[in-house]
Nanobody, 115 residues
Framework: QVQLVESGGGLVQPGGSLRLSCAAS????????MGWYRQAPGKQRESVAT???????SYADSVKGRFTISRDNAKSTVLLQMNSLKPEDTAVYYC?????????WGQGTQVTVSS
């Protein structure tokens, strides 16, 4: 079955870094657009970063210059390197895979940025 399993979340201080990983299985990873989304309490889910099957990337303005998305098709893994973290980055982060009108979602991992 399709699985997207996030890991790497946790509690970090402002200015710190985290790397989120998403391990995918059950579909042809290499042809899907992959993305990271987040949802903070009281807010709508928003796109953080996406990476296409051709490795084109896009980022939310709020994370440009701080976050980097990458993928390893051989490992069916997508990463989100998060640097210079801010309290407003606190959210549940979700991995997603999309192609042909279908979207798969991971279960989410909590990121908390606080001193």
């Amino acid at each position: 079955q399709v699985q997207l399993v996030e890991s790497g979340g946790g509690l970090v201080q402002p200015g710190g870094s985290l790397r989120l990983s998403c391990a995918a299985s059950g579909f042809v990873f290499s042809i899907f657009t992959m993305g990271w989304y987040r949802q903070a309490p009281g807010k709508q889910r928003e796109s953080v970063a996406t990476i296409s099957s051709g490795d084109s990337t896009s980022y939310a303005d709020s994370v440009k210059g701080r976050f980097t998305i990458s993928r390893d098709n051989a490992k069916s893994t997508v990463l989100l390197q998060m640097n210079s973290l801010k309290p407003e980055d606190t959210a549940v982060y979700y991995c997603a895979a999309a192609r042909g009108g279908r979207t798969y979602w991971g279960q989410g991992t909590q990121v908390t940025v606080s001193s």
